[in-house]
């Protein structure tokens, strides 16, 4: 059975939801992995790419104007991106980087710097949702800086604490939950309606919650 099929089955017939959801990303991420691993590039220097140029993507196309259909793709590409990160730093055949790798750090800020460069052009349409959201997420970048700041300090191993500071399972959801409400943020820019504000209110308080819940698991590895 090839590993698309068996990753397939697994995905079809996962347990849980987050197994479900995983199996399917693999599938649909490997093969741009595997050609980005055979051309020699590396997941961390993916995160990097994605973390320099996702905000200034959507800058660029802030400023110039472009239509609902562009977002929409860039949307989407930046979160593929993500699923072929983690491919490359998770697959046996590829890097198979251990869990306390920098990767691990990098990885979720390239997400914050690309959901909050797409919540910050939405300012004037969802005041409360952005501030809540770019809030919250300086709350959990803080977190991490002085939980490593502190490492040092004490003398604990510093890949000690990144291996504590990895995405949970609630982090997964909830740039799924947020890179929805993006969209809807900017389908509602194009066209208001009072049935799609609701969407995103709802999709958006959703992700929030998910936030404070990955924000409490963030806080309970550290100090367990």
Same mark, same amino acid.
């Given at each position: 059975?090839?590993?698309?099929?068996?990753?397939? #089955?697994?995905?079809? *017939?996962?347990?849980?939801?987050?197994?479900?959801? @995983?199996?399917?990303?693999?599938?649909?991420?490997?093969?741009?992995?595997?050609?980005?691993?055979?051309?020699?590039?590396?997941?961390?220097?993916? =995160?990097?790419?994605?973390?320099?140029?996702?905000? $200034? #993507?959507? *800058? $660029?196309?802030?400023?110039?104007?472009?239509? +609902? !259909?562009?977002?929409?793709? &860039?949307? +989407?590409?930046?979160? *593929? #991106?993500?699923? &072929?990160?983690?491919?490359?730093?998770?697959?046996?055949?590829?890097?198979?980087?251990?869990?306390?790798?920098?990767?691990?750090?990098?990885?979720?800020?390239?997400?914050?710097?690309?959901?909050?460069?797409?919540?910050?052009?939405? @300012?004037?349409?969802?005041?409360?949702?952005? /501030? +809540?959201?770019?809030?919250?997420? #300086?709350?959990?970048? &803080?977190? =991490?800086?002085? =939980?490593?700041?502190?490492?040092?300090?004490?003398?604990?191993? /510093?890949?000690?604490?990144?291996?504590?500071?990895?995405?949970?399972? !609630?982090?997964?959801?909830?740039?799924? +939950?947020? %890179?929805? =409400?993006?969209?809807?943020? /900017? !389908? *509602?820019?194009?066209?208001?309606?009072?049935?799609?504000?609701?969407? &995103?209110?709802?999709?958006? %308080?959703?992700?929030?919650?998910?936030?404070?819940?990955?924000?409490?698991?963030?806080?309970?590895? /550290?100090?367990?």
């Amino acid at each position: 059975m090839s590993t698309a099929i068996r990753e397939f #089955s697994a995905w079809k *017939y996962g347990n849980r939801l987050s197994d479900s959801l @995983y199996g399917l990303v693999r599938l649909l991420a490997k093969p741009v992995a595997q050609l980005l691993n055979a051309l020699g590039i590396t997941a961390n220097q993916v =995160s990097v790419c994605r973390l320099i140029c996702a905000p $200034l #993507s959507f *800058y $660029l196309l802030n400023n110039f104007k472009q239509p +609902l !259909w562009e977002y929409c793709i &860039v949307i +989407l590409l930046w979160a *593929y #991106s993500d699923g &072929v990160d983690g491919v490359m730093s998770k697959d046996p055949g590829m890097e198979n980087k251990p869990e306390d790798d920098i990767g691990s750090v990098i990885d979720p800020q390239a997400d914050k710097a690309t959901i909050g460069a797409l919540y910050l052009f939405q @300012y004037n349409n969802f005041p409360q949702i952005v /501030v +809540l959201t770019l809030i919250g997420e #300086s709350i959990i970048v &803080v977190l =991490s800086a002085c =939980s490593l700041a502190l490492a040092h300090l004490q003398g604990e191993s /510093v890949r000690a604490v990144i291996k504590k500071m990895r995405a949970s399972y !609630w982090g997964k959801f909830k740039f799924v +939950l947020e %890179t929805t =409400s993006a969209l809807l943020m /900017v !389908w *509602y820019a194009a066209s208001p309606s009072r049935g799609l504000e609701t969407i &995103v209110v709802i999709t958006s %308080t959703a992700a929030i919650f998910l936030m404070i819940m990955s924000l409490l698991a963030k806080v309970k590895k /550290v100090l367990g």
